[in-house]
């Protein structure tokens, strides 16, 4: 059963949630898919899984397709009953978001052809993403790009950087070791079993953003400023602040 309609929570339901993003240069070109998985382990520890993949050749829509289709099939095998589980998939591509809630059945029933009676693009992952979403509760949050939400952003720096051929390091571990401690600020406060930030932060003004390369750390008056120094380098870290004494701490933060 896939929801696109956010709705109040079985608070029993173990909360899986993963962001995507796609990027090509070029349309076609070559392009980077990244994906960014919350999830609870088997002693309920939250964890952190990114994701990256690239084509040679290919376009924008297609990684974004990759993106959820492989980071839904990373998590296959995790939980025994996923009927236990709910999946919360962040994407800002209308695209993906209404081909896997809306069109996709069409195209099922006509075999793979379009309302335009043409084949429909792209179906070889459309294919895998029907697999990757049959049997699960999936409810889907359509973001806006390139906005500062973190979780979002980071799979943006991941797919950018594999586009590139320099896929940046990928974090696999606890989430209290993971570089983006808001990473669940984006979540609303149905989602009472994910923990959230006690120090949330993503919803006010922002006072600045602070950005570290390769061990220098610098402020931006702008997320555009940000994100152009740290998209696509490795190990970079970036975050949002809300005040000066904010500002502080997250260099104090960064520089240790």
Not at 57 to 69: F, G, P, Y
Not at 195 to 212: E, G, L, Q, T, V
Request: proline share 4%; hydrophobic share 35%; glycine share 8%.
């Amino acid at each position: 059963m896939n929801r696109q309609s956010s709705k109040k929570l079985n608070s029993e339901l173990k909360q899986v949630i993963l962001f995507t993003d796609g990027s090509s240069r070029g349309n076609p070109g070559p392009g980077g898919w990244g994906s960014v998985m919350v999830y609870p382990d088997s002693h309920g520890i939250l964890k952190v899984d990114e994701l990256g993949g690239r084509e040679k050749v290919t376009t924008n829509n297609r990684m974004e397709i990759s993106a959820v289709a492989f980071g839904l099939m990373h998590i296959d095998g995790f939980y025994e009953n996923l009927g236990e589980v709910l999946f919360i998939i962040y994407t800002d591509s209308s695209y993906v978001l209404n081909g896997a809630t809306k069109w996709i059945h069409g195209w099922k029933r006509n075999n793979w052809i379009s309302s335009t009676k043409e084949p429909v693009k792209n179906q070889d992952l459309w294919e895998e993403l029907s697999l990757a979403i049959e049997g699960k509760n999936i409810e889907w949050r359509l973001v806006p790009g390139h906005a500062g939400v973190p979780g979002n952003e980071r799979c943006d720096v991941i797919a950018t950087s594999f586009a590139d051929s320099s896929p940046v390091d990928l974090y696999k571990g606890p989430i209290s070791k993971y570089l983006l401690k808001d990473i669940l600020d984006v979540l609303d406060t149905n989602h009472a079993d994910i923990p959230r930030n006690p120090n949330k932060k993503s919803s006010s003004k922002a006072y600045s953003y602070i950005s570290m390369v390769d061990g220098d750390v610098q402020t931006h008056a702008t997320w555009v400023e940000c994100e152009a120094r740290v998209k696509g380098k490795s190990g970079a870290r970036f975050k949002k602040s809300s005040s000066p004494q904010d500002e502080a701490e997250i260099i104090r933060q960064f520089s240790v």
